[in-house]
């Protein structure tokens, strides 16, 4: 078995007397430390400010049902293929010898976390991040969910070109046994050329009939299963924009209101939202288009039901977070990004028409504006640029960022990402980085869905107050802190949005540690700078 996908009973026993442990949950006292700042003239004022909460986590792990939408999809399949695969503990053969499945990828099976150090070494103790607390474990993951295309996983998977042969060739029959079930289709919303692929389609009836039939799936499959737990995730072509219309989707009455009318621009992917967060479970949104309006927003609020998205952050941009933050953090200035991709599997193709291809360009397009924001020095903000242009509606300054994205069937799956940094350094001269990055887009993408998957579960199992007399509650519907798998994060309304990739990951893994009662300065490291 692959260190990856090893089944390991760890528990993490903090001894504190912050943190109690009962055989149903995990208890931690967390003081959580901040700042409130104000300029005063020459003067910044700081003023530590600091809030008690108290964390708790359920112990015991549900058994936990996927259901995907697009699910004969590259994603989808190369998501079941890859969990059958772990399960059954198929192993195949290619030119560089026998290989084991795994979940490499996958931050929380395959990154660790540094708790401490070893008193009787003196050297770092890590872990699995998925061992921080009770986890589902992926293997035991069921898999099901909806595609407008009927073919079952075995074909999607051979018509995915993703997995090698061989392993394709031992999956067929566990695959044969997975259909999707079948799906709303509203054309206007995904590229003209998928309509040869909708042949397993809910018949035409009104909207609301779709949302009933869509909740009854997601009963039917959690009690086929005896599921304890559900995510449903939107893996699908991604759709044109929704237009944001006042007393159509606007609020989470007008929403209501539109699907029961019908309304021509209540999305698939809002649909389904809508159904997920009305049966309670949360519902992830893989794609770039604004599924979540408002009106979708807060019903998730009124309903205390868990949403997140947008976007799989899987190459590309993630790169992108990491390279804008280093720059600009190291006092570079980056003048303009420009990406270029061409890729030639489904999701290339159905992002060749031009409404679809604006959803993804405009979920790439503002991943490095919190980096940009963070530093005035390099950039001016909209104030200064407004005294110097004398247009008092001028935007921040901001380096030129273009995407590019085309369509090119021969390199199937395999996508080329081509990214040039041209950025200004010391007493004027330039720097260009050009990075070139190629690799099956879906086997990137699948340890995402997973992460998504297990973290929003986990999520639901921690609740938190703020002082002892209160109850507890769940956190807030807006599940900001699955952002590191996402590419345009959604973020609680009113809140800034956090791209960079480390202050995500530095978010998580503190909050983790939190439900243990464990406070992170770790990186401090005064023992070796002190005497
Ligand atoms: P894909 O085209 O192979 O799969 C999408 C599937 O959705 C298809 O099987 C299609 O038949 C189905 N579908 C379309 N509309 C549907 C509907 N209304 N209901 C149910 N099924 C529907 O694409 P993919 O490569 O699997 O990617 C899936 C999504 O994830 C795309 O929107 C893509 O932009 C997004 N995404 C992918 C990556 C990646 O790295 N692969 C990264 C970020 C985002």
């Known amino acids: 078995v692959h260190p990856t996908a090893e ?6 026993l903090v001894d504190s007397d912050r943190t109690a442990y009962t055989d149903e949950a995990i208890t931690a006292k967390f003081t959580y430390r901040g700042a409130a700042v104000t300029r005063e003239g020459s003067a910044v004022r700081v003023t530590p400010t600091k809030e008690e909460f108290e964390f708790r986590t359920q112990r015991k792990v549900p058994k936990l049902g996927v259901m995907i939408i697009g699910l004969g999809g590259n994603n989808g399949s190369t998501f079941t293929a890859t969990i059958l695969a772990n399960k059954h503990h198929v192993t195949w053969q290619t030119k560089e010898g026998l290989q084991v499945p795994d979940y490499v990828g996958s931050m929380l099976r395959a990154s660790t976390v540094r708790m401490g150090t070893d008193p009787s ?7 699995p991040v998925c061992d921080l607390l009770p986890m589902v474990h992926p293997n035991d993951i069921v898999v099901g969910g909806w595609d407008i295309s009927g073919a079952p996983l075995d074909e999607a998977m051979r018509r995915a070109e993703v997995l090698p042969y061989d ?3 031992q999956l067929t029959p566990l695959m044969a046994s997975v259909r999707p079930l079948p799906s709303i289709y509203y054309p206007s919303f995904i590229a003209a050329n998928q309509g040869a692929r909708a042949d397993n389609v809910i018949p035409g009836l009104g909207k609301k009939d779709h949302l009933a039939h869509i909740r009854k799936d997601i009963r039917e499959f959690k009690a086929a299963h005896q599921l304890d737990q559900l995510i449903v995730f939107w893996s ?6 929704s237009a944001i219309i006042p007393g159509v989707n606007d609020t989470k009455e007008a929403l209501l209101a539109s699907i029961d009318a019908s309304h021509p621009e209540v999305s698939p992917s809002t649909l389904f939202g809508v159904a997920a ?8 949104n893989g794609a770039p288009q604004n599924t979540f ?3 979708l927003i807060q019903l998730a609020e009124q309903r205390k039901a868990f949403i997140a998205g947008d976007d799989l952050k899987s190459g590309q941009t993630k790169m992108k977070s990491v390279l804008a933050e280093f720059l600009v953090n190291a006092g570079i200035k980056p003048l303009s990004i420009a990406s270029y991709n061409h890729l030639g599997n489904n999701d290339g193709y159905n992002l060749s028409a031009e409404p679809q291809f604006k959803s993804k360009e405009i979920s790439k397009s503002s991943v490095v504006d919190d980096m940009v924001a963070a530093n005035h020095l390099l950039y001016k903000p ?3 640029m407004a005294k110097e242009t004398g247009d008092p509606k001028a935007k921040a300054e901001h380096p030129d960022h273009i995407i590019v994205i085309k369509y090119v069937p021969a390199v199937g799956d395999s996508k080329r990402a081509l990214d040039e940094y041209y950025s200004r350094i010391l007493m004027g001269g330039r720097s260009t980085i050009s990075i070139i990055n190629e690799c099956e887009d879906s086997l990137l993408a699948t340890p995402l869905i997973l992460d998504l998957c297990l973290l929003a579960e986990l999520l639901t199992r921690v609740q938190y107050r703020t002082a002892p007399t209160e109850d507890f509650q769940p956190l807030y519907a807006v599940l900001s802190l699955l952002s590191y798998m996402l590419k345009a994060p959604l973020v609680k309304p009113g809140t800034d949005v956090v791209n960079a990739l480390s202050r995500q990951r530095a978010a998580l893994e503190q909050f983790l540690k939190a439900c243990l009662g464990l406070d992170n300065s770790s990186d401090l490291l005064l023992e070796t700078r002190t005497w």
């Open 293 to 295: 309006v408002p009106g």
């Open 7 to 12: 089944r390991r009973e760890t528990v993490v």
């Open 236 to 241: 699908a072509n991604t759709e044109r924009y």
């Open 382 to 384: 909209a104030k200064e």
């Open 277 to 284: 967060v009305l049966e309670g479970v949360p519902y992830i």
């Open 121 to 127: 070494t003196g050297k770092d103790f890590h872990l």
């Open 167 to 169: 392993l394709q060739r």
